[in-house]
């Protein structure tokens, strides 16, 4: 293997910040791959594949480490196996961070004579842009075929505005409006292909930073459940413009291009390792963004599916013994019933929504509303069509005998549904 340039010995400083990063950020990427390798499982229809099955045997040591160091309360019997922004993942960030202190500190004492790391610093940073983009650019995909925040459902489009959550909120913002979400999916596309190039890398590098800083503050403030990941991914992103830090202050601040040498290079002396490696590195970008794409497609088309089978019944009788009249104070009594693909959502008269997974089986006319394990709970109803649009269940609800009869009205008629975006709005 050859250098192509030269370059002047590391500072102090620096030797301890690179060994540092290359095991914090190395370490951490493992939720990257793991990712990728959930969604390529489920794009090819295999679902045994569980997210934290790569953390499980860590589950046994982080509550040690918990218990004896940490403090956080992790208890591995309520707590989910998996880093999210949860309690194993605040134990599985302290413990690489202590690690990874604890390395660098024996490591820079047996190597105390290194003049530089320029090659494992080439060879890992070309390993951390790769795993940058290939994950900005599934994010992306799930954004350009628009996915990750779908079209707001019956149930989210009638709750009311306060009973929401800050996720539930920006779900619905981005959702309500495909075209932006495609456009801030594109980005993330664009902003993802530019580090596979190193004549756009520099570039990249800050577009990437513009799309990350905004990405963070929506999870942050908007308490979506990655605030850890996401701010990694911001790391990771920060860590790489690093040594462009002094170029790019002369240039945008200065007005003074910068002449400085180009970072170091390496290739191989062998032609056929390099081809090797430039094979791999076309092939496995395309795959591992292929697998979000065709596991986004299916969820589009089934998606769509359910936005068009989607009902809307309003209750204009409920029997329980005696016909219950309308009142906000009934506890017993349900408003609505809002059907989308498998899920029912029944609306108290106070605008609550209990949210069931509804079977059909159309040979004996029955629904089957169920949102846990124990059956003794589920509620079965036996449904008949009065009319064309009049739906009726007989069954039980809360200990009662009940006959609801209801009618339908278009989803279509939501206002959300029927705005249409104009130029002119006059």
Not at 256 to 263: I, R, Y
Not at 389 to 402: A, N
């Amino acid at each position: 293997m050859e250098k192509t340039t030269d370059s002047k010995p590391w500072k102090s400083w620096q030797k301890i910040g690179f060994r540092f990063a290359f095991l914090f950020l190395g370490l951490t990427t493992i939720i990257n791959w793991d990712l990728v390798t959930y969604f390529a499982f489920w794009a090819m229809n295999i679902h045994k594949f569980s997210l934290d099955i790569v953390f499980t045997w860590l589950v046994r040591p982080f509550s040690w480490l918990d218990r004896h160091f940490f403090h956080t309360g992790y208890d591995p019997k309520i707590h989910a196996g998996y880093p999210q922004d949860n309690h194993f993942a605040t134990v599985f960030y302290l413990t690489i961070i202590l690690v990874s202190a604890i390395v660098v500190l024996v490591w820079s004492i047996l190597d105390k004579r290194k003049k530089d790391y320029n090659k494992a610093f080439f060879w890992f940073n070309l390993y951390l842009r790769y795993t940058l983009a290939i994950t900005i650019i599934g994010y992306g995909i799930d954004k350009v075929i628009p996915v990750q925040m779908p079209w707001p459902n019956v149930a989210a489009m009638l709750s009311n505005y306060g009973q929401q959550s800050r996720f539930d909120v920006l779900w619905s913002f981005m959702g309500m409006s495909p075209g932006y979400m495609i456009l801030t999916g594109s980005l993330e596309v664009i902003a993802g292909l530019l580090l596979f190039n190193r004549r756009t890398l520099l570039f990249g590098y800050v577009f990437l930073l513009a799309i990350l800083v905004n990405i963070v503050a929506l999870n942050w403030f908007y308490n979506i459940p990655v605030k850890m990941y996401s701010a990694q991914l911001l790391v990771c992103n920060l860590y790489l413009l690093a040594p462009y830090s002094n170029r790019l202050l002369k240039f945008f601040f200065f007005e003074n291009p910068s002449h400085e040498a180009p970072l170091p290079q390496y290739h191989f002396r062998a032609r056929w390792k390099t081809r090797t490696l430039t094979a791999a590195l076309i092939v496995f970008p395309f795959l591992f963004s292929m697998f979000p794409a065709i596991a986004d497609y299916n969820r589009y088309v089934k998606g769509k599916k359910y936005r068009e089978s989607e009902k809307c019944y309003n209750v204009t009788t409920f029997v329980a013994g005696d016909t219950l009249p309308p009142f906000t104070t009934d506890t017993l009594r349900w408003k609505r019933l809002l059907m989308h693909g498998d899920r029912a959502f029944i609306c108290s008269m106070s605008d609550d929504q209990d949210e069931y997974t509804c079977d059909v089986d159309s040979s004996k006319g029955t629904y089957t509303f169920h949102n846990n394990p124990d059956t003794s709970s589920w509620h079965l109803f036996h449904y008949s069509y009065l009319q064309k649009d009049r739906l009726q269940l007989v069954g039980k609800w809360k200990g009662k005998d009940i006959r609801v009869t209801m009618s339908s009205f278009p989803v279509d008629s939501l206002p959300l549904n029927k705005e249409k975006i104009s130029l002119i709005q006059d």
